[in-house]
C-alpha cells in the first residue's frame, strides 16, 4: 500500500517541523550530513546509502554528482523521501531499493563506496551489515562510518522529547564498529568530530579473495 498525497504532504510538514526544533537546538540537519561526507575524499559511484530515512543523505550525495544506491526496510520511508527530494535532477541520480542491508541483493564489490550515517545506533546486530559493506564494496573503495556523538545523543533526545516522542538507541556503538571493521582488515583512513557526530573512514582491502 502506497502513501496517498495527503499523507506526503503530512509527512513533509512533520519533517520541516522536526528540522527547525533541531535548528533551535544548534544542530544542522543539512550542514551535518554535507560535513560528514567532506571526511571522504574520494569518495566513488556508485555509492551504497544504507537507511534511507528522510533522504538527507542521498540526496547530499546525489548533489555531488554521485549515483545512489539506497535502502531501507520501508516503503513508506522511501516515498517520502523521494517526494522531498525537490530537484529533479538529483531524484535522476537516487535509486530507492527496499532491502535489508545485511543481506543486500547486488553482486561482490558493486559500489565505488557506501555510507552509513546515523544507522548503527538503529540496529540490533552490527556485524552482518557490517560485512554485507565489505563485501559490496570494491577493492580499495571507501566505507563511510557515522553516528551521534554522546552530546549529540543528549540533543536528539531532548529534540524528541520536546514533541512528545522518544529516539531510541540500540546497542552499536561507533567505537564498536570501528573496532569491527577493523578486524575484517579496513584500514580507517581518518577520525572526525563535529556536528555533535563522530565520523570514520576506512578503505577496503586492496585485493581479496573471490
Known amino acids: ?18 528540522t527547525a526544533r533541531f535548528a533551535r537546538a544548534g544542530y544542522e540537519r543539512f550542514g551535518a550530513p554535507e560535513f560528514i561526507l567532506d571526511q571522504a575524499h574520494g ?6 546509502d544504507v537507511g534511507t530515512g ?12 554521485l549515483e545512489v544506491v539506497s535502502v531501507d526496510m520501508s516503503a513508506d520511508d522511501q516515498q517520502a523521501a523521494a517526494f522531498l527530494t525537490e530537484d529533479r535532477e538529483c531524484l535522476k541520480r537516487i535509486h530507492f531499493q527496499l532491502a535489508d542491508a545485511a543481506c543486500l541483493p547486488v553482486p561482490d564489490r558493486h559500489f565505488g563506496g557506501a ?38 545523543f543528549e540533543m ?3 529534540v524528541y522529547a520536546a514533541a512528545g516522542l522518544v529516539h531510541e538507541e540500540g546497542p552499536v556503538t561507533m567505537d564498536w564498529a570501528r573496532g569491527f571493521v577493523t578486524a575484517l582488515e579496513m584500514t580507517e583512513l581518518t577520525l572526525t568530530m563535529g556536528h555533535f557526530h563522530k565520523v570514520a573512514v576506512f578503505k577496503t582491502p586492496a585485493a581479496r579473495a573471490s
Open 1 to 18: 500500500m502506497t502513501l496517498s498525497v495527503e499523507d506526503l504532504h503530512n509527512r513533509k510538514a512533520k519533517f520541516s517541523e522536526q
Open 43 to 48: 569518495l566513488a559511484g556508485p555509492v551504497l
Open 54 to 65: 528522510s533522504g538527507i543523505t542521498a540526496r547530499a550525495l546525489a548533489g555531488r554528482g
Open 115 to 152: 555510507v552509513a550515517i546515523d544507522v548503527l545506533h538503529h540496529l540490533t546486530a552490527g556485524g552482518p551489515v557490517l560485512r554485507e559493506l565489505l563485501r559490496v564494496v570494491k577493492p580499495g573503495g571507501l566505507v563511510l562510518l557515522s553516528d551521534f556523538t554522546a552530546d549529540g
Open 156 to 158: 536528539v533526545s531532548a
